[in-house]
């Protein structure tokens, strides 16, 4: 095996090599593109490069010879894996689908769960199918995908621009006594490089020591709704990351233990200033959890 170099085109200009990499090498574990990324063995024009590098045109990018499709597992995916996690399409046109999302799959394969959501999708839509961005394991409701290069490229542009609204529910621990605006910035990804962000937390309905609230967010940060919450110290019930592990263990009446987080709204602008305004109901299982803590 050799190193292989690929030169970016004007299609993928802009795009982050993170996820360039990904749908070059659909079958190779999201785990090891990131693992190759961290230790240095993708380089970008000679260079080692972070995860969230955006390409230039004409870049030229080093591929390991380790980077080796030929040896990995063929995904099994079967077709109660597409009535499961397809059968509610909250959106589609030429350019996007946008799915309401179940808890318990991951959008990407890895070592533990191999097949992943986006894995699934381009089984049933093809292989052009890319994420626009991600939502946690056990996160629920919109998510969105694009069906070319063209339209991934505008959605992280607008992300880039904060001009695209996300509002979530969530379930936070303890009572929020008025609702707040947090603004701290995210760094989790690179020290170096902080990021702005703005989450507003609406109070909904106060719970047994805990608080159903909306939070509204503009940006695409890493865990941002997880970490602002921690950082008031109401931190998002079953966070098993950020969480208050003492009062989750003590919740012994509720029936699911699963991060009270669900991606309700996204509003966002296509290629041709057309207004997309998709909404995904809450879960049965969550409405149960503010039922349990009623």
């Given at each position: 095996?050799?190193?292989?170099k ?52 004409n870049?030229?990018?080093r ?5 080796d499709?030929?040896?990995?597992i ?7 894996d597409?009535k499961n996690h397809?059968?509610?399409?909250l959106y ?21 769960h191999f097949?992943?959501?986006i ?6 839509f ?7 961005h ?31 609204t ?12 008025k ?10 990804e ?16 106060n719970l ?15 865990h ?5 919450a ?6 998002v ?7 208050d592990?003492?009062f989750?263990?003590s ?14 709204s996204?509003i ?9 305004e998709i ?13 349990e803590l009623?």
């Amino acid at each position: 095996m050799s190193v292989k170099k690929l030169k970016v085109n004007a299609d993928n200009e802009g795009r982050r090599i993170d996820n360039y990499l990904l749908s070059i090498y659909k079958s190779v574990p999201k785990s090891k593109i990131y693992k190759i990324i961290r230790k240095g063995e993708v380089r970008v024009n000679s260079s080692r490069i972070k995860a969230h590098y955006k390409l230039c045109i004409n870049d030229l990018i080093r591929i390991p010879p380790n980077l080796d499709t030929s040896e990995t597992i063929n995904k099994i995916i079967e077709k109660k894996d597409i009535k499961n996690h397809i059968s509610d399409i909250l959106y589609e046109d030429a350019n996007y689908l946008i799915l309401n999302k179940n808890k318990g799959i991951s959008v990407h394969g890895g070592t533990k769960h191999f097949v992943g959501l986006i894995d699934i999708v381009r089984k049933k839509f093809g292989e052009n199918i890319d994420l626009c961005h991600r939502l946690d394991k056990d996160t629920t409701g919109c998510i969105v995908f694009a069906k070319n290069k063209k339209s991934v490229k505008h959605f992280n542009e607008t992300l880039k621009n904060q001009n695209i609204t996300k509002t979530y529910n969530a379930i936070l621990v303890g009572n929020l006594k008025k609702n707040i605006k947090i603004d701290t910035p995210i760094y989790k990804e690179d020290p170096l490089k902080i990021k702005n962000s703005l989450s507003k937390f609406k109070i909904i309905k106060n719970l047994k020591n805990c608080t159903f609230v909306e939070v509204q967010i503009y940006s695409g940060r890493t865990h941002q709704i997880r970490l602002h919450a921690s950082s008031i110290n109401h931190p998002v019930l079953f966070d098993d990351k950020y969480g208050d592990h003492i009062f989750n263990k003590s919740l012994t009446n509720i029936m699911t233990k699963k991060i009270a987080l669900h991606s309700k709204s996204i509003i966002f602008k296509d290629i041709s200033s057309n207004k997309i305004e998709i909404y995904a109901d809450l879960p049965q299982s969550f409405k149960i959890m503010i039922d349990e803590l009623e």
